[in-house]
């Protein structure tokens, strides 16, 4: 797919079907992932692959009852690793860019998704203590953002953008 098909037809997915996500296309969105810029190249981050219906029904209840969740058959758990940016980069390695190495991770993983055909939706709302019991976190990593995987029930509504002119400024 070209990129930017990519960027435009990328939209939010919340219904799934029960069909599995290929192993191998997986792989080819993770290591999509792992290509992204990270602060000093640290990938200060863990991104923990969640398949089991147990684990995705408790991150669906602790991302405030969201249960398309738990209907993707497979749940991205991207997590900051606060420690590993701490230790080049101090007090702004941990507050910040641990956070936006996470980011840009979850944003190349959606990105990556959808060039394979897969639909997904970033879920930011939920109780991070909660999710990180789920996925059993280390202590340094804290989760920010929840990316469920899977193919689309339905064609996921396209949403509108405020204009250019408001969102850019030249100066
Ligand atoms: C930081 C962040 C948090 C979000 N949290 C949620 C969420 O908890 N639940 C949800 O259904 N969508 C969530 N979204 C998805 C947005 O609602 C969606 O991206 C936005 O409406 C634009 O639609 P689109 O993704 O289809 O372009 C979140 C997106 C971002 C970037």
């Avoid at 953008?161 to 030249?170: A, C, H, L, Y």
Wanted: hydrophobic letters at 40%; aromatic letters at 8%.
């Amino acid at each position: 797919m070209e990129f930017y098909d990519v960027i435009q037809e990328r939209h939010s997915c919340r219904s799934f079907l029960e069909k599995e996500v290929e192993n191998e296309k997986l792989r080819r969105i993770l290591g999509a992932v792992l290509q992204a810029p990270s602060a000093g190249n640290l990938q200060a981050y863990r991104i923990y692959v969640v398949r089991s219906r147990e684990a995705r029904e408790g991150i669906a209840r602790a991302a405030l009852d969201q249960q398309f969740i738990a209907k993707a058959p497979i749940v991205l758990v991207f997590c900051a690793d606060k420690s590993r940016s701490e230790m080049r980069y101090g007090q702004r390695g941990m507050e910040l860019y641990a956070l936006q190495d996470a980011t840009i991770a979850a944003a190349y993983a959606q990105l990556a998704a959808r060039a394979e055909g897969i639909c997904s939706v970033w879920v930011g709302a939920f109780e991070p203590l909660e999710v990180s019991y789920q996925v059993n976190t280390e202590s340094s990593e804290v989760p920010v953002a929840i990316v469920p995987l899977g193919y689309s029930e339905k064609k996921p509504e396209q949403t509108p953008r405020r204009p250019f002119g408001e969102v850019v400024k030249e100066v």
